[in-house]
């Protein structure tokens, strides 16, 4: 029976499940459900050419408008779903706060899972929940028509076999062949097929219709008919109002000013007043930014050369994908699916600083905006990114490369760093998800989610696209021959985010410059250099900064310390875990590759500083050029010395192309890395020649080739 979305849902718990679907599983030890209905990329579903896929696109068109336009006050409405990621800060589904207690106040909540080893495994019940709340509008909006019973199932088969959609942002998007939003999220209306006419869904003979996904407006609306404040409820909705973050009280964020959610939207004025206020999609700027990391890239190949055309530049977020998923990068789940660090591991790890939940708070910067000067947005700061219908979309990829690198690392579930603190402080997987229930009308204290049981997607009735195996990979039994399968996946993953080695490829390749002048040695490996950065995500209180890193005036790659709640307790209320991990005075780690925008530079003939990569260059370039600043969300400024915990390292170690039989390239193998404290010895935030564990003294014991 389809559950209904009503004022009564507002008792009980809520027990959040797949869309029903009765696949047959036939998982051995990697889950495999032939059959089960996809996650698409958003493009496919906007864009498809089949009846099918063209009704689930109408059908969620349809249902996320649906969804957004409840009142505050249900407990199933998109505003509250999308407050459980932070304000207005209440309890939901009757959950404590995590770790607060029973006597936790109710009216101070949040349930925050960022920096630790349940950041992917949290957010991915808070998908299923998402996805199902939009299936049962779905399966209202039909029920609601007067059309033939045959149509009834027609349309009833498309809801049932839809799934979320995602938004990858490291792919270009085909639309304008550059990393940007998806081309739904640039448009106030799109084309959907009537319910009426049959043939125009055949025939592709849509209607233009209100975008949803354009924005967020307050559901609660004043009366002169337009939406409220965010932080001005009406009387006896209270409850819900959100709050400004006043982290800085010099840059204070306006979010209960907010009558609309924006994309690099808020503006601060000279007289201090702010405007975009009522949401504005600046998706040009949003743009602009997620491809500035490739668009100034050099094309190796000269005009009329075969690869000059069809070269694509890598950009900073599909080389971090890409290198995330080389072999023995992130060799534990801590290291993969969270921010945090263990300092008494720092001896033992050197590529393990690129993490999923890292490349996640990036992508939060790039598309929401983080400078006044600019525009400000709503996807940049914790407590209100879940607001903006892009947020889901995120997510769900964000979803989607866990599980890719769960196919790929299946056995090293909850695995650590050697290291005391890592599995001594960090959650259990046996441990609740707050506030996500399990059962209907249950025990609103218990009957949690737990990592363990949200470990395997295909339990919880969807699987990606891009798990689809190859015809090699099905055995005659119809199982999965897992080893060919994760072979043609770490193929597909080469195939699909340009990298380093895409780069080095075409470099060696192209008839630009003589391999001998430019490179170490004329090989197929390369010096490879990163930024690894430790930093203390609660510098500045909670409230979101990024540390920018320059080669001169060029802006190489950032970290974008993704926060906004101010640490607090049980007894004061704010967010526990951030308030525990201050106390406890745990850190975290990202890292910036390196190697693409140095040679870049070396390879523009207008830039005078640098001419190859050898490694003596390099090393007195970045010793002369690098540099880093930290910006506060709204754009201050801050000097590094409200920084103290950050250490800044730079690494010099190989990368090394990975073929597979038959001539398909995997994700490089990349090895013996070694500090260079020689490079930022002397400048604020960076390692010190002298350090106890990465100095000049010490000898290392990184993997080799």
């Known amino acids: ?54 009704m689930q696109w109408t059908l969620f068109i349809l249902a996320l408008e649906k969804f957004k336009a409840l009142p505050v006050d249900q407990k199933l409405s998109y505003f509250q779903v999308a407050g459980i990621h932070g304000y207005p800060a209440t309890a939901w589904d009757g959950a404590d706060p995590p770790s607060a207690g029973p006597d936790a106040p109710d009216d101070d909540p949040l349930y925050c899972s960022h920096n630790s080893v349940t950041f992917p495994t949290w957010h991915r019940p808070y998908m299923l929940l998402y996805e199902k709340l939009l299936w049962v509008h779905m399966k209202e909006i039909i029920k609601s028509w007067e059309i033939t019973d045959f149509q009834v199932g027609v349309w009833n088969e498309a809801a049932d076999t839809w799934r979320l959609p995602y938004w990858d942002w ?6 304008n062949n550059t990393f940007s939003l998806p081309e739904a999220f640039t448009e106030k209306t799109v084309r959907i097929y009537g319910h009426l006419d049959p043939k125009s869904v055949a025939l592709g ?30 009387a006896g909705k209270e409850k819900w109002d959100i709050k400004d973050n006043d982290s800085d009280p010099k840059e204070i964020l306006p979010w209960s000013q907010c009558s609309g959610v924006s994309r690099y939207g808020i503006r601060k004025e000279s007289d201090g007043t702010y405007t975009g206020l009522e949401g504005v999609n600046n ?45 023995d990068y992130n060799q534990t789940w801590a290291t993969f699916a969270s921010t945090r660090w263990w300092n008494d591991s720092e001896d033992k790890i050197s590529t393990g600083y690129m993490s999923l939940e890292y490349i996640h708070n990036n992508v939060h910067n790039l598309s929401g905006g983080t400078k006044f000067e600019t525009g400000v947005g709503h996807m940049s700061d914790v407590p209100v990114a879940a607001f903006d219908p892009l947020f889901w979309l995120h997510h769900c990829n964000v979803d989607r490369l866990l599980s890719m690198w769960q196919v790929l690392h299946w056995d090293a579930w909850w695995t650590a760093p050697e290291s005391s ?3 001594s402080q960090e959650p259990k997987p046996e441990d609740p998800l707050e506030p996500f229930h399990t059962k209907d009308n249950g025990d609103p204290k218990k009957d949690y989610w737990t990592s363990d049981m949200a470990r395997d997607w295909t339990k919880l009735n969807y699987q990606y696209d891009d798990l689809e195996p190859k015809l090699d990979a099905i055995e005659s039994d119809g199982t999965l021959n897992e080893e ?22 075409g470099i060696r390749l192209g008839n630009k410059v003589k391999n001998v002048d430019f490179f170490e040695k004329d090989e197929e490996a390369w010096d490879d250099y990163l930024i690894n950065v430790v930093y203390d995500r609660y510098a500045l209180n909670g409230l979101s900064y990024a540390i920018q890193f320059w080669l001169g005036e060029h802006l190489a790659g950032q970290v974008y310390a993704f926060a906004g709640f101010a640490p607090g307790s049980a007894e004061s209320g704010g967010c526990t875990n951030c308030g525990s991990q201050r106390d406890n005075k745990v850190l975290s780690r990202a890292q910036v590759p390196l190697t693409v925008p140095i040679m870049i530079l070396a390879l523009d003939d207008s830039y005078q500083h640098l001419q190859s990569v050898k490694q003596k260059a390099v090393r007195d370039y970045l010793h002369a050029h690098l540099r880093w600043k930290f910006v506060q969300l709204g754009g201050g400024v801050r000097p590094a010395s409200d920084f103290p915990e950050t250490k800044i390292s730079i690494w010099r170690g190989i990368g090394k192309p990975q073929d597979l039989r038959g001539g398909r390239r995997l994700p490089a193998a990349f090895s013996s890395y070694r500090p260079l404290p020689s490079i930022t010895d002397n400048k604020e935030g960076g390692l010190k020649r002298n350090d106890m564990k990465l100095g000049d003294h010490v000898p290392y014991r990184f993997r080799g080739l």
């Open 1 to 54: 029976m389809v559950a209904t979305i009503n004022k009564q849902t507002n008792d009980g718990t809520y027990g959040i499940c797949g869309i029903p679907s009765d696949v047959k599983l036939l998982t051995k030890t990697i889950p495999y459900a032939p059959g089960m209905p996809v996650r698409r990329e958003l493009s496919a579903l906007a864009a498809a050419d089949t009846p099918m896929i063209r």
């Open 170 to 175: 490291a792919q270009r998007q085909t639309y």
């Open 205 to 234: 003979e849509g209607i233009d219709y209100p975008n949803p996904l354009w924005g967020f407006e307050n559901p609660e609306k004043g009366p002169d008919g337009n939406p409220l404040r965010m932080g001005e409820m009406p």
């Open 283 to 327: 998706f040009q700027a949003a743009n602009e930014s997620l491809n500035d990391f490739s668009s100034n890239a050099y094309n190796p190949y000269s005009d009329g050369d075969e690869g000059h055309d069809t070269w694509v530049a890598p950009g900073s977020l599909a080389d971090a994908v890409n290198r995330m998923f080389s072999k």
């Open 421 to 423: 603190t890592a599995t």
């Open 484 to 505: 060919q399968y994760k072979a043609d996946m770490l193929a597909h993953i080469q195939d699909i985010y340009p990298s380093t080695t895409n780069y080095v490829h």
